[in-house]
């Protein structure tokens, strides 16, 4: 071989060898996304304290594959049904349509994100025809403040920030009731509990919100998920039914979380959540507690959240509600707070026309003789902080705070 023909073929190896390179870069991230996807539906499905048979683990991962954009659906949200009378979602899968082959279309389209949609937010009036009787006059003007507060926020919000998230993935917190056409984004930590118990009511699932056990809420697959639905059924409930969503103050319901998940004996989240955060941030952790997880303080629960580099991913318990029900994107109909559950959810169920005789449980009924996660309760925590992780603590919830007009705390 001549200096050339070595220079040609050392040339020709290193070109291969790039490709060869690229190739599996592509691939490894591939294979990271499926992980942490993964990782993701492990979370959500154990979050719930007991690790759900398997049989059960198989149903509720299927149900989150996400559906594929078919011919039919496309057809659908094209036509003139869905012309004026799509809401948002219509708007975000009839623009994602153009510009691509009907086999990227099912290829590609579940597993890419949307790209710059803007998605203006929409005030749909409530409709009150089977409300009786006036003791719900100021539940209701308080409702009507909050409604118009979060779509003027949303207005502003929207126009900056597009839309970079998964259809499926932005319903896959919200309940279904069929009966009553209910849709109810789940916020753990602000009386989802009785609100499932209440939905499992209305649907028949149950006699009595009295008896249903909070297994049977939580792990019961009773209720169904609008995730679970084709786009066609999403779609027509998201724009037919009444939205609701219930939120609480958020470093209430972030200390409310701690102290359910991390002071009381947890067979997940200890030995899921508490290892890993002792192991990164208790210097001389002894062998027991690396072994257990258990006693996480709320400071290293607090290291732990806003680390960039979590040794272990977020819970649905402590998750922004900006990211578990996307409120700006929903136009819910409905916004209870956790502040004034009672006459909030009562009055919800007048609007969606329940029986008179289902009214909203007041029970807790798990670690029901701690004291409830009140303002003063959440100081005490407070006070184990620096300043700093304060701010920090705010900040992370800054958008749920902004939404649903909670008032700052003194940080
Ligand atoms: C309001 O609800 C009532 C009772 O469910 C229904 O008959 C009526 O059509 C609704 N009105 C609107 C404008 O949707
Ligand atoms: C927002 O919160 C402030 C302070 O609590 C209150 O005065 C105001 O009425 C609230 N606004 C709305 C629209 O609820
Ligand atoms: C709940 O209690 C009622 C009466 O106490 C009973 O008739 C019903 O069967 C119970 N339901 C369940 C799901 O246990």
């Known amino acids: 071989m001549n200096v050339r023909q070595v220079f040609v073929s050392l040339l020709m190896?290193?070109?291969?060898?790039?490709?060869?390179?690229?190739?599996?870069?592509?691939?490894?991230e591939e294979q990271n996304t499926v992980s942490g996807e993964k990782l993701q539906q492990q979370i959500?499905?154990?979050?719930?304290?007991?690790?759900?048979?398997?049989?059960?683990?198989?149903?509720?991962q299927s149900s989150h594959i996400p559906p594929v954009l078919g011919r039919q659906e496309v057809a659908i949200m094209d036509s003139q049904q869905w012309q004026g009378k799509a809401d948002l979602f219509g708007a975000v899968a009839v623009s994602l349509v153009p510009g691509l082959s009907d086999h990227q279309k099912i290829s590609k389209l579940p597993f890419s994100q949307f790209k710059e949609v803007y998605?203006?937010?929409?005030?749909?009036?409530?409709?009150?025809?089977?409300?009786?009787?006036?003791?719900?006059?100021?539940?209701?003007?308080?409702?009507?403040?909050r409604r118009s507060f979060l779509y003027e926020f949303c207005k502003k919000y929207n126009s900056m920030k597009k839309l970079r998230t998964h259809l499926v993935?932005?319903?896959?917190?919200?309940?279904?009731?069929?009966?009553?056409?209910?849709?109810?984004?789940?916020?753990?930590?602000?009386?989802c509990s009785n609100w499932k118990r209440v939905l499992m009511v209305l649907n028949g699932l149950a006699t009595s919100v009295r008896n249903i056990s909070h297994d049977d809420v939580h792990y019961g697959k009773h209720l169904r998920k609008l995730d679970s639905y084709d786009l066609k059924g999403i779609y027509t409930r998201l724009n037919t039914y009444t939205k609701t969503i219930f939120v609480r103050d958020p470093l209430e319901r972030l200390v409310s979380a701690f102290r359910d998940k991390f002071e009381h004996p947890n067979s997940y989240?200890?030995?899921?959540?508490?290892k890993?955060?002792?192991?990164?941030?208790?210097?001389?952790?002894?062998?027991?507690a690396l072994e257990t997880g258990s006693g996480v303080k709320f400071k290293e629960f607090i290291q732990y959240?806003?680390?960039?580099?979590?040794?272990?991913?977020?819970?649905?318990?402590?998750?922004?509600?900006?990211k578990l029900c996307y409120p700006c994107l929903i136009n819910y109909d409905f916004i209870g707070k956790f502040e004034t559950l009672e006459e909030d959810a009562n009055y919800f169920l007048q609007l969606v026309g329940a029986p008179a005789e289902l009214k909203f449980p007041r029970f807790k009924d798990r670690h029901s003789s701690d004291e409830r996660t009140s303002a003063e309760v959440v100081r005490q925590y407070l006070k184990e902080l620096s300043k700093e992780e304060r701010q920090l603590t705010y900040d992370f919830y800054y958008l749920d705070y902004l939404m649903f007009n909670?008032?700052?705390?003194?940080?």
């Open 169 to 191: 993935h932005i319903v896959s917190r919200i309940y279904v009731e069929d009966r009553h056409k209910v849709l109810y984004c789940e916020v753990p930590k602000a009386g």
């Open 119 to 145: 998605l203006p937010p929409v005030l749909h009036p409530l409709n009150k025809t089977l409300v009786t009787g006036d003791q719900w006059k100021d539940v209701d003007s308080i409702q009507e403040k």
């Open 13 to 28: 190896f290193g070109v291969a060898g790039l490709l060869l390179f690229m190739y599996l870069q592509a691939w490894t």
């Open 44 to 60: 959500t499905i154990q979050d719930f304290m007991l690790p759900p048979p398997e049989t059960q683990r198989r149903v509720t």
């Open 269 to 274: 989240y200890h030995p899921v959540f508490g």
């Open 305 to 322: 959240l806003l680390d960039s580099h979590r040794p272990v991913g977020m819970d649905i318990h402590w998750e922004q509600v900006s």
């Open 276 to 288: 890993a955060i002792i192991k990164k941030y208790r210097h001389n952790a002894n062998k027991e």
């Open 406 to 411: 909670y008032t700052s705390p003194v940080v």
